[in-house]
């Protein structure tokens, strides 16, 4: 078993993930993975998988790696190398300039066609990974809910992650609604349910007084999300669409001008994906003089970076224990 997206791999133009043929439901794991990259840089798009040469009535085999998007080659097609072998080399060797696509292939396409691509892929992502290593990262992504131990278990999380979210903003609009205040700009659901799941931990686990909390006001010329002025703390909500975890960080440090405190609330997959640029980005502000944490939201709270980090290192000795006394 060879190959999927750990840590944040820089990206520009196209990426390929070669995964061994045996581990089918690795895919699913890798195609949420692809879909979380690609909101980084700004493409929100629905894999397209493509299982055997009956599955191009609505895409052409030709579209593979020369137009934009996710494309994943299932193992089926393997059986069928000889036929359709000229045309994805065709098509491969296409790619260039600034089409944006993601190719998840297994080992048997992988090997066949790599050597025979002119011009290589940007990135070719060779890391390998436990089962317990992929089972930590859904726990992780979930919010730390999911207790799932197939390898299809990243694509079990955005749902239940989403419904934690969900439930905040039910909980905000039924109790405060006078803080679910939307921002001025075109704002996403994603963003004004991470800043309601906020409100809700700054009211019922910190015991924040809801009068001294400010939504989408204006401190001076600037404007965060949530400013709880009884703790001089800024909090703002970052989604990680179009710009990478890490850089978002960047933008916040502006509030240091007016606020003794900052918080970001990002999601669980976003740093798992882009975990050393983010710790990178938080040294730097502590040789600024700022202070910055990231919050992760996870079950009913908020918990910071080193709080995420060891719950993801317990759940993995965990799965190691159980693992060893299966023997």
């Given at each position: 078993?060879?190959?999927?997206?750990?840590?944040?791999?820089?990206?520009?133009?196209?990426?390929?993930?070669?995964?061994?043929?045996?581990?089918?439901?690795?895919?699913?794991?890798?195609?949420?993975?692809?879909?979380?990259?690609?909101?980084?840089?700004?493409?929100?798009?629905?894999?397209?998988?493509?299982?055997?040469?009956?599955?191009?009535?609505?895409?052409?085999?030709?579209?593979?790696?020369?137009?934009?998007?996710?494309?994943?080659?299932?193992?089926?097609?393997?059986?069928?190398?000889?036929?359709?072998?000229?045309?994805?080399?065709?098509?491969?060797?296409?790619?260039?300039?600034?089409?944006?696509?993601?190719?998840?292939?297994?080992?048997?396409?992988?090997?066949?066609?790599?050597?025979?691509?002119?011009?290589?892929?940007?990135?070719?992502?060779?890391?390998?990974?436990?089962?317990?290593?992929?089972?930590?990262?859904?726990?992780?992504?979930?919010?730390?809910?999911?207790?799932?131990?197939?390898?299809?278990?990243?694509?079990?999380?955005?749902?239940?992650?989403?419904?934690?979210?969900?439930?905040?903003?039910?909980?905000?609009?039924?109790?405060?609604i006078s803080l679910d205040i939307p921002n001025s700009g075109n704002e996403?659901?994603?963003?004004?349910?991470?800043?309601?799941?906020?409100?809700?931990?700054?009211?019922?686990?910190?015991?924040?007084?809801?009068?001294?909390?400010?939504?989408?006001?204006?401190?001076?010329?600037?404007?965060?999300?949530?400013?709880?002025?009884?703790?001089?703390?800024?909090?703002?909500?970052?989604?990680?669409?179009?710009?990478?975890?890490?850089?978002?960080?960047?933008?916040?440090?502006?509030?240091?001008?007016?606020?003794?405190?900052?918080?970001?609330?990002?999601?669980?997959?976003?740093?798992?994906?882009?975990?050393?640029?983010?710790?990178?980005?938080?040294?730097?502000?502590?040789?600024?003089?700022?202070?910055?944490?990231?919050?992760?939201?996870?079950?009913?709270?908020?918990?910071?970076?080193?709080?995420?980090?060891?719950?993801?290192?317990?759940?993995?000795?965990?799965?190691?224990?159980?693992?060893?006394?299966?023997?």
């Open positions: 078993m060879s190959c999927l997206i750990t840590g944040f791999l820089p990206i520009s133009n196209t990426r390929y993930t070669n995964i061994n043929s045996s581990m089918q439901h690795y895919q699913h794991s890798l195609k949420y993975i692809a879909t979380e990259i690609a909101l980084f840089h700004g493409y929100e798009t629905n894999p397209i998988t493509i299982s055997s040469v009956s599955d191009l009535a609505g895409i052409e085999l030709k579209d593979v790696g020369t137009r934009s998007g996710i494309f994943v080659l299932k193992r089926d097609l393997c059986n069928s190398i000889k036929e359709i072998e000229n045309t994805l080399i065709d098509s491969l060797n296409g790619i260039s300039g600034y089409k944006y696509s993601i190719i998840i292939m297994p080992k048997c396409l992988y090997n066949t066609l790599l050597p025979k691509i002119v011009l290589k892929p940007k990135r070719i992502v060779t890391e390998n990974l436990t089962r317990e290593e992929i089972l930590t990262l859904a726990y992780l992504a979930s919010g730390c809910q999911l207790d799932w131990k197939g390898y299809d278990a990243l694509d079990r999380t955005r749902e239940m992650f989403e419904e934690l979210l969900g439930s905040a903003r039910r909980w905000l609009r039924q109790n405060y996403t659901d994603l963003h004004r349910n991470l800043k309601a799941f906020t409100l809700k931990h700054l009211i019922e686990n910190e015991k924040v007084d809801d009068k001294s909390i400010y939504v989408e006001s204006y401190i001076g010329d600037l404007k965060p999300d949530i400013y709880v002025i009884s703790r001089d703390l800024v909090i703002d909500a970052k989604t990680s669409i179009g710009h990478l975890p890490s850089d978002e960080l960047l933008d916040v440090q502006k509030y240091a001008r007016f606020a003794k405190g900052i918080w970001v609330v990002m999601r669980p997959i976003a740093i798992l994906l882009d975990l050393d640029g983010i710790i990178g980005r938080l040294k730097d502000t502590d040789r600024l003089g700022i202070d910055m944490e990231v919050m992760i939201p996870v079950r009913d709270k908020l918990i910071t970076l080193e709080e995420f980090v060891n719950e993801g290192r317990g759940y993995m000795a965990e799965l190691l224990q159980d693992r060893s006394k299966r023997g």
